[in-house]
């Protein structure tokens, strides 16, 4: 059976490919008891030992930051032996808590999280982490998105845009590894570091690379996403359109907005169809011509109409809905889908989209009680199931995948 790769950071969550087997990272915070805990069927890695946990236990600890690895067999019922899914793996710098992350190749790209302005990339391979570089200082974060741009065929390393949040800003990043020429020899090594004390950020050709920069339309006058009355505590995004180029925009109470980044200008507005005003910290994810949404047959027939349609799905405590966007006439379609009643009342998880399911980690309720469920919904089946057999080894919310 084949396997793929998923990566999840709790507080931050992603996916890659990587050695032919399904993994979920997860950066959790616990806390430590002075009280000696014994016997566990995984292991937690801190600073400097090795310690076994009771999971039931995991209320008496105080703040550590732990990073866990689940494998996770690509399979219809999601079965694992929790005794054989955790692997442990070096601790991060500094502690983040609701932190953005995507991917890039063999790198999870961890930027930021709550008051937290360092940015670093984790390399999957090499099981070590990089800092990047650090967000303004006059930035603060709390709540904020960053996504992936559309790679160009002309450019070099990738584009991150970071937006949003409580309180607002609009960023870019030109980012290239912070790990090329690694395999080089001391002396080349020792090279480049000269070069690079003497000129930071890096720059090539009028360009700079891995530091945040405010995003500038062709006359250099800064571009902001967000208006002043708009909520972007929480916001959720996704890359979509024709060419990649349009950004949609997920934020509370029951908004989607529509932004051309080529344009670098809204393109609509609309309000989603329901009347919950709790979208936040919601599960957003691009299904675009990906199997399991709709059929290729009918995806190449819209084409084949004129239609250049951008197809998303949104999860929110007791809300799901299917969104379909037509950029010819900005129209925007929203389906309601079936909601799972252990889900209903969760808010706050984590979540991936992989192999046309849609992956649910924990979560918090109203009441605040943390959950440590994890939940698969069926695309094509419309079909939610709980994972009965396993469960997260610890309480876990406010993570983004």
């Known amino acids: 059976m084949k396997f793929k790769q998923l990566h999840i950071l709790n507080i931050e969550c992603s996916t890659c490919n990587l050695f032919g087997h399904t993994k979920i990272k997860i950066i959790l915070k616990t806390q430590t ?27 008496a600890f ?29 601790v991060l710098p500094v502690a983040m808590f609701r932190s953005q992350c995507v991917v890039d190749q063999h790198e999870l790209l961890i930027c930021g999280g709550a008051f937290e302005r360092a940015c670093y990339s984790y390399h999957i391979q090499k099981k070590q982490y990089k800092l990047i570089c650090s967000y303004p200082s006059e930035v603060r974060l709390y709540g904020h998105s960053v996504v992936k741009l559309a790679i160009r065929s002309n450019e070099k390393g990738i584009t991150l845009l970071s937006f949003g949040g409580e309180y607002k800003h609009t960023l870019v990043m030109n980012y290239v590894s912070v ?14 570091s000269k070069e ?52 949609f925009i997920t934020y509370r109470p029951n908004n989607m907005d529509v932004f051309d980044l080529d344009a670098l200008q809204y393109v609509s507005h609309h309000t989603l169809p329901t009347d919950a005003n709790i979208i936040s910290c919601h599960c957003f994810v691009s299904t675009t011509l990906e199997s399991g ?22 999860f929110c405590c007791k809300i799901g809905l299917s969104i379909h966007y037509d950029e010819t006439n900005h129209s925007l379609k929203c389906k309601s889908l079936t909601m799972c009643k252990d889900v ?16 649910l980690f924990g979560g918090h309720d109203s009441e605040k009680h943390v959950s440590k469920a994890i939940f698969k919904y069926s695309i094509r089946d419309d079909h939610w199931t709980k994972c009965e057999r396993h469960t997260l080894p610890l309480s876990l919310y406010a993570s983004v995948a």
């Open 196 to 247: 690079k004390e003497k000129e930071k950020p890096e720059q090539m050709h009028d360009k700079l690379y891995n530091e945040w920069m405010a995003l500038a339309d062709n006359t250099n006058r800064a571009v902001c996403i967000g208006r002043e009355k708009d909520d972007y505590n929480g916001v959720r995004a996704v890359i979509g359109g024709s060419n990649n180029h349009l950004l």
């Open 33 to 59: 008891s002075k009280k000696k805990i014994s016997h566990i069927s995984f292991f937690m890695l801190r600073k400097k030992e090795e310690t076994p946990l009771k999971s039931h236990n995991l209320h």
């Open 293 to 314: 949404v709709t059929s290729i047959i009918e995806q190449k027939q819209s084409l084949q109409k004129g239609k250049e349609l951008s197809q998303m799905i949104l």
């Open 344 to 359: 209903e009342p969760l808010n706050h998880y984590a979540y991936v989209y992989v192999h046309g399911a849609i992956l």
């Open 179 to 192: 790990w090329d020429g690694d395999e080089d020899g001391a002396e080349s090594k020792n090279e480049r």
């Open 62 to 90: 105080k703040k550590r930051k732990l990073l866990i690895i689940i494998f996770i067999k690509k399979s219809q019922q999601l079965e694992m032996d929790t005794e054989k899914s955790f692997e442990t793996l070096s």
